[in-house]
């Protein structure tokens, strides 16, 4: 039995799994179009940096995203797993997961020794990605073979979900 409130709230919490019913319909179409296979980029979605300087009338490609697919309740697995400091009490749930979020966020980039960043992406089963790169940013941010290979497997190794993943393409439903 847990002795104070604080460890009920935070061992008892629990964020479900996305499922394609809690997905808003926009989400499930844009969902279906089909991204680049491998890590090669299109060049559909590589940014022209030349002509970005130069043509005023030049509109950037979308950005997709070179990520894991993750879930808040993974986040929420890995911050017990891994022992990370209890978020306040009294915070409301969803401030909650968004502290817990953070917590995971800085706490992979700690060990990978890398820019990792959490976005949400456009997906049916996931809430967010884990990006290792962009497709704006891949041809001039691109890890050396074994770093990236070094961050894939410390991601994989910590992130329970992610030991059975590949990283792949995600749209974000944000354009930055």
Same mark, same amino acid.
């Not at 964020?15 to 179409?29: A, L, M, N, S, Y």
């Not at 090669?40 to 030349?50: F, I, M, T």
């Not at 986040?75 to 969803?94: A, G, I, Q, S």
């Not at 190794?157 to 030991?163: I, S």
């Given at each position: 039995? =847990?002795?104070?409130?604080?460890?009920?709230?935070?061992?008892?919490?629990?964020?479900?799994?996305?499922?394609?019913?809690?997905?808003?319909?926009?989400?499930?179409?844009?969902?279906?179009?089909?991204?680049?296979?491998?890590k090669?980029?299109?060049?559909?979605?590589?940014?022209?940096?030349?002509r970005?300087?130069?043509d005023?009338?030049y509109?950037k490609p979308?950005r997709?995203y070179? =990520?894991?697919?993750?879930?808040?309740?993974?986040?929420v697995?890995?911050?017990?797993?891994?022992n990370?400091?209890r978020?306040p009490?009294?915070?409301?749930?969803?401030?909650?997961?968004?502290?817990i979020?953070?917590?995971?966020e800085q706490?992979?980039?700690k060990?990978?020794?890398?820019?990792l960043?959490?976005l949400?992406?456009?997906?049916?089963?996931? =809430?967010?990605?884990?990006i290792?790169?962009d497709?704006?940013?891949i041809?001039?941010?691109?890890?050396? =073979?074994?770093?990236?290979?070094?961050?894939?497997?410390?991601?994989?190794?910590r992130?329970?979900?992610?030991?059975?993943?590949?990283?792949?393409?995600?749209?974000?439903p944000v354009?930055?």
């Amino acid at each position: 039995m =847990a002795s104070t409130t604080e460890e009920v709230t935070y061992e008892t919490m629990f964020c479900p799994r996305r499922t394609p019913d809690d997905v808003p319909d926009g989400i499930k179409e844009r969902a279906k179009l089909i991204l680049p296979p491998g890590k090669e980029v299109s060049a559909k979605y590589r940014l022209d940096r030349v002509r970005l300087r130069r043509d005023p009338d030049y509109v950037k490609p979308e950005r997709l995203y070179w =990520a894991f697919g993750i879930n808040i309740q993974d986040c929420v697995e890995y911050h017990r797993k891994h022992n990370l400091p209890r978020p306040p009490p009294d915070f409301e749930t969803r401030s909650l997961w968004s502290t817990i979020m953070c917590d995971v966020e800085q706490d992979l980039r700690k060990h990978c020794n890398y820019g990792l960043r959490f976005l949400s992406p456009v997906s049916v089963e996931y =809430a967010l990605m884990i990006i290792i790169y962009d497709s704006h940013s891949i041809a001039y941010s691109k890890l050396i =073979a074994h770093e990236e290979d070094e961050v894939v497997q410390i991601i994989k190794e910590r992130m329970d979900v992610c030991k059975n993943q590949e990283p792949r393409w995600f749209f974000c439903p944000v354009k930055f």
